[in-house]
Structure formats: C-alpha cells, structure tokens
C-alpha cells in the first residue's frame, strides 16, 4: 500500500472486478471473457492490499476497478465514426472516483438535512453502510461501497452506523515522530495541524501493542431510524476451512470451438472439483462440493526458471505467464466441452510475475451453474525491454491451490456487550478490547468486529502491530503468521508490468528502548531466485538504511533502489533485479537507533521463486 493510499486519515479505496466489459470491442473476440455480464462485486488482483507502514487497517473500501465504461471525449477533430462518448477504464483510478461521487451524494443528503458534518462523517458513514465481501480488512477494508445505503442512513431509513473513540488517537501517538521532525518549508507546506483532540473513527487501529498489553476502545452504535433495532455484535477473524492442491502443465495454443480465427486462443479449462490430488479410489468418485464459507481464494504459482528464461545475454528479456479465470459454465448442448458461449466469467487474475492470486466472495452462493477454472497460457513471450514479442510460448508447470475461509470468534478480542437494543433516534455505545498474550508473535494482526441487525451488517475493520522490545534478539517473523496475512510467509505477488510498489510488502516493527544505540537487522528466506528489499523506518518515518542503496542511480538519476530496472515499454516500474548482501538468501544491514521508540522494518518481496505457494521469511533484530 503506497502512497497517498497508505495515508492513515485519508479515505482509501481498492477494487472490485466487474464483467461489464464482456462481450464489447477487443474483449468480444477473446473466449477468455466470457459470454456474459453478470458478475461483478469480487476483489480484483489489481487492488493494493493493506496494512499501511505503521500497521493501520487500509484500504477503507471497495469500488468497482475492473473494468467498467467512463466518459470519453465527445467531441473530436477528425470525420471518424470509431470514436465513442464512452470506453472501458480501470484500476483504483476508476473505483477512487466512483466513491468520491458517493461521498458527495452523502454531503448532498446532509447538507439537505441541515446536518452539519466533516470529512470524518463522510468517511464513517461510507464504511458504515459498505456491503461485506468477504474479504480480511487489509483487502476490503469495511467492503463495497453502498452509495443507496449511505443515503438511506442519513434518511434514517434501516442502517446503522459504528464508530470508536480510539483509533485517531493511536493513529497520532504513531505519527508524533513524523509530525515533530517534518521540515514543512522544504516541502512547501503550511500549518499541518493534526489536533490532540478525539475523531470518532468507524476502522480501528489499537495501535503498536508490547506482548503481554492491551488496547481497548469504546464504540457507539448510531441508530437513525424511527424504531429500535436489535444489534448482534461479535469479534471476528479469518480461519481456513480447508485447502487443495494440484500440479498441472499448461496447453499453449489451445482453440475454442466457435472462436477459433487464427491467434485467437482459449484458457486450459478445470472444473473446480477436479483441482485436488487424488489419493484413493474411493477420492476419484466423491462429490466435492464448495463448503458453505466466506472467501474462495485460488492461487497459481510456477517457478521462476519457467517464468524467465535465465540463459538470456540480457536481463528480463524472456519471460511468460499462464493467467487465471474463474467461470459459471452452463453446458447449454450438453456435449460436456467448454466453449466461450456457455461462460460466464466470475474473476480474473493476471501479473507478470510468479504467481496469480483469484478471489471469489461467498461462494457457495456464487454459481448458478458448474465452477471452471480457466488457466490462459499467454500465447507469446514478453521484454522487459521491449514489450510483447512475436516469440512462441512453451508449455510451463504450475501448482493451483484452492482455500477456503470462513470467519469465526477472535479469541483475542472482546466486547461487553454481544446483543444490544439501541432506541430509535438515539446510541449506544459498547466496550471493547484486544489483548496481546505475553508470547504473543510480532507482526501485524487483523480482524472485525461485526455489529449485526437483522437487516444490516458493519464489518469495522480492526488492526494492530506486535512490536516486541529490543532486550536481545527479537525475532519478528519466523516462518507463520496470521490467516490471510502471515508475517513470516509470502508469496510475492510482484508484477513485472506494474510500478514499483507492486510485490508483497510485510511490515515488521519494534521498540528500541533508550540506551540501545544500534542495532542489525537480519532477514532470511529460503529461495536464491527471491529478492527480499528492506527498508527500515526510524520513530520519525524516516528510511534510515536499505540493503537496496541506489548509490550513484540516486543522485544522477533519482532511483528509488539500486534493484529497480527503471520504466520501459513493457512497464511502469514493476521490474527488479536480484541485489545481493550477505549471500542468495539474507541480508544484513547495521543501524543507528539512537532515538527510541517503534522501528518499523519493511520487506518488499521484489521477486519470488515461485517454488511454493508461500515462501517462509525470518526478521530479526538484535542489539550491536
């Protein structure tokens, strides 16, 4: 989550697929897509995953991203009839305003009330009345954005509304380093004003928690409506329900039986009962339903030899992928073969990279007709340096994962209050807690609390970091971690295509008391096709060492590290190279810590394996 997104206060929005786009332009002609427009409210690949630096639960919520029609010019200074008022657009850039238009329909309504408000009432009412997908709060956030329900609210007619009284007040004590030390001349800024005074805030951040503490945080329940309304409140998080793989080797080149015009190609279709290993007879004729669960997540991950051609004389010049798709398939002629026509597509995924991940929002209720898998060899090689080659693709071996989560009772939370009665018109407010255990591990966790009507759910998205005290070696990641979010785990997620963001980020963060002057940094993995780039952040959010230096790329050409490969034809940024340290597979760096307080150490998986689903990563910090 980078910047401004990953600002704490700020309103930040991530993405959802929408299958609008089948069936128009380029998309017409490509059996990948589908033959219908139905679905639409799943997470996209595209959208950045939470937490922000310090920890702090990001993104706030969700917008259509992927893809949907915007405006386009009207007028134009050539006879040409291509031109349209509309076309397909995408990425945060599209769903950032779609929910900013709800906002002001929000401000229109209280404005209309004669209500009075600040941005914090927008904010809270967006994710008050969001719509639950499913998702871990470092995806969705409080979920869908709701723009009819958010004006419903403020009508008082059915949802409620959820804030606490602690979360902006654990969001300034983190930033009190960064805003004492900002030089605000050098940046050209005024008065930044962050007032030490309460902000009622719907996420909560419990803030940087020792093992063995605790945070706690009041929340007030807003009824407006006319009647009293029966609330159900329960902490929750994450758990996996179960998890299948299978290996496969892709089919290149693959035709579909109606579009079939030359270069035009079709996935490798699975249904998604068959993506298991079989390990009896009895496996081969068991019906494998999807359980009732929250989240489908699939993945799809091949090794790094298979994604880049390593006996290339330059760098990054040969590479290719297999993409996912999820369907509804309908077998309409009852041949038992997939064509295009009988598709419907539910989510796609696509990165240039190692491994793809697809997310399916409560699917036991997602299919009206038989769940397929659709893996797309991409035809064609592709340069870094270059972009799309006329290079055929080879056939490649992946391993598919399918996981099932559900949510259950988060056995570190607690609320005094599990069923509330809130009169018309009128608040409540609920005690709550998280508590750390004395061998708590370090890391970032995350969670809901979940207020519950009849007719109305708020998922409040809750988090808060781990961050052990430096007294001798504090081990910060160690292989495991959280259900969705596991500090000691990664998969990489990088995207040659994208920016430099892109690839998973792990935010790992400890307090140095006064009298420990410096201290070394070590992290580990296991693969020598990974790249691991940290960063480390003193009290006052400053990077103060990387074991990515740019060096002389810096002040001639102001690179950000000195593993990044810059822009090109074929990318925003997205490409990394290997920079060594210590050896293949860690790095150490020395640091000043003269300043106590919360370290934060930043691991940016730059690039992945791909040997495994997930990669283990060992973080630790000791005194020197």
Known sequence: MSLPASSPLALTVGATFNAGYAGYGFFAEQPRFGNSTEHYG?????????????????????????????????????????YEAFRVFGGTSMSAPLVAGGAAVVMGQLEEAETPYTPFTIK?????????????????????????????????????????????GNVREALSGALDSLNRTELGLGTVY????????????????????????????????????????????????????????????????????????APNYIRLSDAREYHSLSDLFTVHDIPESDLLVINLNFEFDDFMNSTTQLYADDFTI??????????????????????????????????????????????????????????????????????????????MTVSYYGYEPWEGAWTDSSVIVVPPGSSHMVEAAVSVPPGAAAGVHQGFVRFESDDHTVSVPVSYAVAPRL????????GGGDSLLPSGLVQGSFDMSGRYPAGEWRQHHVYVPEGVESAVVEVSWLSNRTHV???????????????????????????????????????????????????DTATIIQVQTTEPGVYTILSHVSLHGGEGLYEPIRVSVRPS
């Open 194 to 265: 962050v007032p030490d005074r309460p902000y009622p805030s719907t996420e909560w951040f419990a803030g940087h928690l020792e093992p063995g503490s605790r945070s706690s945080t009041t929340f007030t329940i807003q009824n407006p409506n006319p009647h009293p309304i029966t609330v159900r409140v329960q902490p929750e998080t994450a758990q996996e329900l179960e998890s299948h793989e299978s290996r496969h080797t892709t089919e290149p080149r693959q035709r579909d039986p109606i579009l079939n015009e030359t270069g035009t190609y």
């Open 322 to 399: 297999a993409s996912l798709y999820m369907y509804d398939w309908f077998d309409s002629n009852a041949d038992h073969t997939v064509d295009y026509g009988e598709l419907a597509l539910v989510n796609r995924a696509g990165s240039w990279g190692t491994g793809q991940e697809l997310r399916v929002s409560y699917p036991h209720m997602a299919f009206a007709g038989v769940p397929v898998v659709g893996v797309y060899p991409v035809p064609v090689q592709a340069s870094y340096w270059t972009g799309i080659t006329d290079r055929n693709s080879t056939a490649i071996n992946y391993t």
């Open 471 to 478: 007294d001798g070696e504090a081990v910060l990641a160690d």
């Open 533 to 583: 780039g940290v960063f480390v952040v003193d009290p006052a959010g400053k990077i103060i060492q990387t074991n990515t230096e740019p060096g002389v790329f810096g002040d001639l050409a102001n690179w950000p590290s000195s593993d990044w490969l810059g822009g090109s034809a074929f990318s925003e940024g997205g490409g990394f190279y290997p920079v060594r340290n210590w050896n």
């Open 124 to 168: 809270n009412i967006l994710m008050s009345t969001a719509a639950d997908t499913g998702n871990d709060p470092m995806a969705q956030g409080a979920g869908r954005l709701d723009a009819g329900a958010a004006v419903a609210y403020v009508r008082g007619d059915g949802p409620f509304a959820v804030t606490n009284d602690a979360s902006y």
């Open 42 to 82: 799943h997470l996209a690949q595209l959208s950045s995953r939470g937490p922000g630096v310090m920890g702090s639960p990001k993104p706030d919520i969700l917008s259509i991203g992927a893809y949907g029609f915007a405006p386009a010019w009207v007028t134009r200074d050539v006879d040409d009839d291509s």
